[in-house]
């Protein structure tokens, strides 16, 4: 400590010192005062310099208040409770908590815009929660409550609103007419606003203590510096001018939490009240002025950084009245000049609109799961996690609702509805996937639902305040929505927005196998998109940073959460936990990663992720072995990684944010940093391997990625916000939400060393071919065969497996039947038949490779560098194929389907129905719509059936003609005829034909009935070889499922009602013959049609009819028999006939 | 002729329905809503058939009542009662004619430990009456089936149909207006684990909103049908594809999409004429 205030107060040129830290080379002047201890001090000076800072001000920022008026009023106790007190103010380690205020001005701008949505901050509206005083400038309408939402009757705060947009959050407005017309009232008001800020100025010098009986309580309750002020001006130059260079030279340890610091000395505001009352301790920074122009001077130095924070924060700045004052050259000059050049064209473009995960056959079909229960099951487990996502959306805003209440129950029996290693991993994926579908939909931080009614208007220009109203109208203080889990304590595992329900998802499903899955698939994650090559468009690079982030914070988050306590271990305790997890490997090994990144160059991409993982780890973690090795690299880095401004920048401020967490082991930031490169390895035993891109020195980060990846950056737009509020009221809850900093993830194992394999000379050859390439020339020859190898597989898997399986599902059938194990051997020839085709399919493939690698190679190369190329390929693609086929075309591909066939051939019912669509053998149909529909159909026949019968309406002839030609039409010339429907109208066009006949035989012509039977006969082919088995039924149940039943207790009760007998008996024989004659009923289906008739007892006269028709039919067999080139097949059946005859003509006799 | 209802309109009609015997319920609610299309009136009919049987065909078919239905019957047939029996009495107990009949069949064909008989066989017989053993039993059975518009092998066979026949109708539509697409079929083939009737390769937008897959239903989407449907089918094709299209062809209820909130699947009666395809130049 001595030792800086030697050197501040001395007069040594602070360029040795700058020098002496740089580099450590000691210049004379310097030797003497620092002894002997150059070295030693020369890695903890920056340290030493900010504890300096620190207490040198101590005694003055105890006395902070930041409410000016607060004596003023009646605030209760509990509210004091939440006021911020000097403990908050901590220069290390910042609390999460920032207040957030930033939205002071857009809250002023509603109300130019539009008076009548005034209301909403009336206080008939909202009535304050506490007595607010009326402040002279302010309209007897306004208030003055304890919400942020400011007015302005002091002017200081006025300038902010020039022409300016400082809402918390990267997206300006300023492009649409509404904004233009509100800079252009907000410039108009200048004038006069600046000759009341400098009326104020005037009133506030002169600080007095109103008394509280006040009723002009327009008094400042605070010193306002002043810099005629100021004392030890050197003095603070030289401490200033340290500062920045540290500063601004990484040497500190916590970039973010330094500037913090400074800007709360620049915002610091104490009551001279107390100020009288407290002795102070002389020291350098012991009055407000001091304390403000040292703030004020170093922040103006550090250029370097402002050029990378958000438009918002620098809007602050501009308009802070105290750096108005004390470096006027600064903000009136620099800081607008920094802002108009800073572009906001090339933003981040607008977020992803999809909300689903997609299906992708690739990934989420049939054959990537094991059975097909697996797959039925993890159906359903997507929809459920899908339906639980969306009750949450819809409900975990709601007051009082509790996730684990609701969804408890669905996510423990989704999870674990099949303890089974494919389905975990797949939920683990799908789990995965709507994460970051929904970290790259997170919206920016003020907007939200409502986009119109006055709440939407409020919603745009403070969120936070809409909340806060929300809260107040719908949840009294003791009845906030418990979170489902964690406590207040744990405020690192703290998810923001829509991670809590993934978050809360992990916790109520309590499944470690699937903790165990989602670990892997975090890992595989993150390992995949830190050797993503596509971030050469900002967007893309934005999008992988913030997927990894979210990653990472998850793995971290399952990682860390069982060491969790909301505790602060005891020692003892702390030693034990230690002891206990010494030799704990991590799921992530982070640091192959940063050295990976550091040496290839993309650190930009890894240090993000790295931080959020870290920032989850628990105090016993950071302190472990595996850890220190971790510290001491992104310690290394911080000082040493050379990187593009932006980039630089974004990683330095997030480690500067790590390293200042509370349980940071804090004696490895003073390491030297010899020592750190040990840890680091050898620098030139760095393998370049050039096939990723180099990231590091690309423009590939802006604010707005540095505000989404380092969210607690707000907090320094939000102090200055804060102040300027304040300044504007009495007082108020500051109450907000705080911006937590997304813990993320981990890290993957190094992939396994590889071992030295013996390699052929072509190998060789091949690897220095490409060696000697450009890297894009692996990578597209690389990428053609695996695009051309995966595009055969497909066939092989869609259309050449199927084909060859239905093929051979067919053969089965006519596969002898004294063959062993026909599915054993047709498996096999399917194996054969599948390698040959694809094998074929892959040269058909290869065929192609010339002209696509010569479309996508660069131009210049050779023609024998192309032509290697392309044999390569070819190889490469042939070798996939052939490695697939090896390890699928096995003889269990086809087994089940065969096996399947199998059965279904045992049970006989492999009876083919014509006009099935899937029927592979049918030729392709052209479809007619002038044909009628087949329900069309349908319902035609069945009401022509109910008429015929109950109505006895008449059907011509020439019905049945044109019934017939539509019938046709509808069966052979539409394409959306189904089976059953097929089924159907045969049954009903039988159905027809046979009443026709027996109630109005005069309209059967001639050849009506010959005509059907051939239609019948062509739609409705018998499958000759393949006898269908009756289905076992009960005894006299069923003889044979067959449509064309003539000879039936049914169809003779219809008989029986007939008024011409004679006719409708001839028609009927008459069909029966044709029917036997076309083959579409056998004799043998005859007899026992027959045989179940006379079970039953009929009318005499009606016997005799039917055995009149039953002798036709015999006598007719009998004649087909004697024909000598009958078939022989139902020779057999002779006998039982004419002995049923006999019996059966004795029956008629009697 | 309007298919799209508003629930005022919905309601009315459901409640004059009520009040309509079984029988012609088509003809006269035409006469009372003639602006509707006669085929969303009978859509409308029919399900609310459906619903009407859901609530009640279990109550209605009790081994007991059963018993009874039968017992009336075979004395019906023995005092040679009209033909029709079973239609009769199908008005009488408030089943349909072919829900009864296939009671009747079931018990007549019940085993000896009387358990009912295997549920082939009875479809079997319900498909093809000739194959009752007991010709009245055929017969009445057959009269039921000719009278059943909702129940029964024959009206199963039209809905199905209908369904298909609109399925096949979209996609030829579709191919009309050159929107590129994979149906059923195809997604079955390539193992996807849920297939709506059309999945857009390309996506197609709809009144300024992108759709990415379409549902054919040939039926009326009422509140009851279409929450059901988004249960088993539409959320799980949102969950999967994003944004979709279903079509009622029989017509809707206004408003439904309503229930979806902020998952985004439009309602229609017909494929859209205003489709715009994406922009293929280049």
């Given at each position: 400590m001595a030792l800086i205030l030697d050197l501040v107060s001395g007069d040594i040129a602070l360029f040795h010192v700058f020098t002496w830290l740089d580099i450590g080379s000691v210049h004379q002047d310097l030797k003497e005062l620092l002894k002997d201890e150059s070295e030693n001090i020369r890695y903890s000076f920056p340290q030493l310099l900010i504890a300096f800072i620190k207490e040198q001000t101590s005694s003055i920022v105890k006395l902070h208040n930041i409410h000016p008026y607060e004596l003023h009023t009646v605030a209760s106790p509990k509210r004091e409770n939440l006021l911020p007190t000097v403990n908050n103010l901590s220069l290390s380690s910042p609390s999460p908590n920032f207040k957030n205020n930033g939205s002071c001005q857009e809250t002023r701008k509603i109300r130019k815009i539009t008076p009548q949505r005034l209301d909403l901050s009336s206080d008939s509206a909202f009535p304050s929660l506490q007595q607010s005083a009326q402040t002279r400038e302010i309209p007897k309408k306004r208030r003055i409550n304890p919400t942020q939402l400011i007015e302005s009757p002091v002017t200081t705060r006025v300038p902010l609103q020039f022409g300016s947009c400082s809402r918390p959050s990267p997206p300006a407005l300023g492009h649409n007419a509404f904004n233009q017309a509100q800079e252009q009232s907000c410039h108009k008001s200048l004038d006069q606003e600046r000759a009341l800020l400098k009326e104020k100025k005037h009133q506030i010098t002169i600080p007095t203590i109103s008394d509280l009986g006040s009723t002009a309580p327009k008094n400042w309750m605070c010193v306002e510096p002043d810099i005629s002020f100021v004392t030890k001006l050197s003095q603070l130059d030289r401490l200033s001018a340290l500062c920045s260079f540290c500063l601004s030279r990484n040497l500190v340890p916590s970039l973010f939490s330094e500037i913090q610091f400074l800007i709360q000395l620049l915002v610091l505001r104490v009551s001279p009240a107390k100020l009288k009352q407290t002795h102070l301790v002389q020291s350098?920074?012991?009055?407000?002025?001091?304390?403000?122009?040292?703030s004020a001077k170093t922040l103006e130095h550090l250029e370097g950084i402002w050029c990378h924070v958000d438009q918002s924060v620098l809007q602050q700045l501009m308009h802070n009245p105290r750096l108005l004052l004390f470096c006027p050259e600064w903000t009136n000059d620099k800081l607008p000049k920094l802002i108009s050049s800073i572009t906001n064209v090339d933003r981040i473009p607008p977020h992803k609109t999809v909300a689903n995960v997609a299906f992708q056959t690739e990934t989420d079909n049939r054959f990537n799961f094991a059975s097909d229960s697996s797959f039925q099951v993890f159906r359903k487990q997507r929809d459920q996690f899908c339906e639980a996502w969306q009750i949450w959306k819809v409900n975990s805003s709601i007051p009082g609702w509790n996730m684990s209440i609701a969804l408890q129950k669905m996510i423990q029996s989704l999870v674990d509805l099949r303890r089974d290693c494919v389905n975990y991993a797949h939920l683990a994926r799908l789990f995965r996937s709507q994460l970051l579908n929904v970290a790259q939909l997170v919206k920016p931080i003020n907007e939200l639902e409502e986009p119109d009614g006055p709440l939407g208007q409020l919603q745009s220009s403070d969120p936070d305040k809409l909340r806060r109203l929300r809260d107040r109208l719908t949840n009294p203080p003791e009845s906030r929505p418990a979170r489902c889990v964690g406590t207040e304590n744990d405020i690192k595992m703290h998810f923001e927005g829509d991670q809590e329900f993934f978050r809360d998802f992990i916790l109520l499903a309590a499944s470690p196998a699937f903790n165990e899955h989602l670990k892997n698939s975090l890992v595989s994650g993150i390992e995949d998109l830190s050797s993503s090559e596509d971030c050469d468009d900002r967007a893309q690079f934005a999008e992988t940073v913030i997927a990894l982030q979210v990653m990472a914070k998850f793995l971290g988050f399952l990682h860390f959460y069982p060491h969790a306590s909301a505790d602060h271990l005891p020692e003892h305790i702390f030693h034990h936990l230690s002891r206990l997890r010494i030799s704990q490997r991590e799921p992530i090994d982070l640091v192959s990663y940063i050295k990976d990144a550091f040496y290839k160059g993309r650190l930009v991409l890894v240090i993000p992720w790295v931080v959020t993982y870290l920032t989850l780890a628990d105090p016993v973690s950071l302190c472990l072995p595996g850890f220190h090795s971790v510290l001491c690299h992104l310690i290394f880095v911080y000082r040493k990684a050379e990187l593009a401004p932006a980039n630089a920048f974004l990683i330095r401020i997030l480690l500067g944010w790590l390293f200042s967490q509370s349980n940071f082991p804090l004696p490895l930031l003073a390491k030297p940093d010899d020592d750190l490169l040990i840890e680091f390895g050898n620098l030139s035993l760095a393998t370049t391997d050039d096939q990723l891109p180099r990231l590091d020195q690309s423009r590939l980060v802006d604010s707005s990625l540095i505000h989404q990846c380092c969210p607690f950056l707000w907090s320094w737009k939000h102090l200055l916000a804060e102040f300027a509020c304040s300044d504007a009221k009495n007082s108020g809850e500051k109450a907000s939400v705080s911006r937590k900093i997304t813990p993320v993830s981990a890290e993957e194992n190094p992939s396994p060393v590889k071992a030295p394999a013996v390699k052929s000379l072509q190998k060789s050859l091949e690897e220095n071919f490409f060696h000697n390439q450009p890297s894009s020339v692996k990578r597209t020859v690389e990428f053609v065969a695996e695009r051309l190898a995966s595009n055969v597989v497909r066939d092989v898997r869609h259309q050449i497996i199927p084909r060859l399986v239905l093929h051979a599902q067919a053969t089965l059938k006519t596969w002898p039947s004294t063959a062993k194990d026909p599915v054993e051997?047709?498996?096999?020839?399917?194996?054969?038949?599948?390698?040959?085709?694809?094998a074929s399919a892959a040269t058909s493939a290869i065929a192609s490779i010339e002209s696509t690698l010569t479309a996508l190679l660069p131009n210049d190369l050779l023609p024998p560098v192309r032509r290697v190329c392309v044999s390569i390929a070819s190889k490469l693609t042939q070798g996939k194929v052939l490695d697939w086929i090896q390890l699928h075309v096995t003889k269990s591909l086809f087994k089940n389907d065969l096996e399947v066939e199998l059965a279904k051939l045992d049970k006989s019912c492999a009876r083919r129905v014509p006009g099935s669509p899937t029927a592979s053998d049918k030729p392709q149909v052209v479809h007619d719509p002038t044909t009628q529909a087949p329900?069309?159909?349908?319902?035609?026949?069945?009401?022509?059936?109910?008429?015929?019968?109950?109505?006895?309406?008449?059907?011509?002839?020439?019905?049945?003609?044109?019934?017939?030609?539509?019938?046709?039409?509808?069966?052979?010339?539409?394409v959306d005829v189904t089976p059953i429907v097929s089924k159907c109208l045969q049954q009903l066009t039988f159905d027809l034909l046979f009443i026709v006949c027996v109630f109005q035989p005069e309209s059967i012509g001639s050849q009506t009935i010959i005509a059907w039977v051939a239609f019948w006969c062509k739609t409705y082919p018998s499958v000759d070889g393949v006898e269908t088995e009756e289905p076992v039924q009960p005894p006299g149940a069923l003889i044979s499922t067959c449509v064309w039943q003539v000879l039936t207790p049914k169809q003779l009760l219809l008989l029986a009602q007939s008024t011409s007998p004679r006719e409708s008996w001839n028609h009927v024989t008459t069909l029966l013959l044709q029917l036997m004659k076309s083959g579409l009923v056998r004799y043998k289906d005859v007899q026992e049609q027959a045989i179940a008739v006379v079970r039953q007892e009929w009318p005499q006269e009606l016997l005799g009819r039917f055995a009149t028709c039953v002798r036709d039919i015999v006598d007719w067999h009998r004649n087909q028999k004697s024909e000598p080139n009958l078939s022989t097949s139902e020779s057999c059946d002779d006998d039982g006939l004419l002995s049923w005859l006999s019996w059966f003509c004795a029956q008629d006799d009697l | 002729m309007a298919r799209v209802l508003n629930q005022t309109t919905y309601n009315s009609l459901l409640d004059s329905l009520c009040k309509l015997p079984f029988r012609n319920r088509v003809q006269s609610l035409q006469k009372l809503f003639p602006e509707l299309s006669v085929d969303t009136l009978k859509c409308i009919v029919a399900q609310e058939c459906q619903k009407r049987m859901k609530g009640s065909h279990g109550r209605l078919?009790?081994?007991?009542?059963?018993?009874?239905?039968?017992?009336?019957?075979?004395?019906?047939?023995?005092?040679n009662e009209e033909p029709g029996i079973l239609l009769r009495l199908s008005d009488e107990v408030g089943l349909t004619p072919a829900l009864l009949a296939r009671s009747i069949i079931e018990r007549h064909y019940q085993r000896d430990d009387k358990s009912k008989p295997a549920k082939l066989l009875v479809s079997t017989l319900m498909k093809n009456t000739a194959l009752i053993d007991d010709r009245d039993l055929a017969f009445e059975t057959y009269l039921c089936l000719l009278e059943d518009d909702e129940y029964g092998p024959i009206a199963e066979a039209t809905k199905q149909s209908r369904g298909y026949e609109y399925e096949i109708y979209l996609r030829m539509e579709l191919e009309n207006c050159k929107v590129s697409f994979l149906h059923e079929d195809h997604l079955r083939m390539k193992g996807y684990d849920k297939t709506p009737d059309i999945k857009l390769e390309i996506p197609v937008a709809v009144d300024g909103q992108v759709i990415n897959w379409i549902e054919s239903k040939a039926l009326f989407g009422d509140e009851e049908v279409h929450r059901g449907y988004l249960k088993d089918q539409l959320y799980s094709y949102w969950n999967r594809f994003g944004p979709g299209l279903v079509i009622y062809w029989f017509g809707y209820v206004e408003d439904l999409e309503k229930i979806h909130q902020n998952r985004i699947i439009l309602i229609r009666d017909a494929l859209p004429r205003n489709m715009v395809l994406m922009d293929q130049h280049l």
């Open positions: 350098l920074l012991d009055s407000v002025h001091n304390c403000v122009y040292f051997s047709l498996c096999l020839q399917l194996c054969a038949d599948v390698r040959n085709e694809a329900s069309f159909l349908i319902d035609r026949l069945k009401t022509l059936i109910r008429q015929v019968i109950r109505d006895a309406s008449k059907v011509s002839e020439q019905d049945l003609i044109d019934l017939l030609s539509n019938c046709e039409g509808t069966l052979h010339r539409r | 078919t009790t081994s007991e009542t059963v018993e009874a239905m039968y017992k009336k019957f075979t004395n019906s047939i023995l005092m």
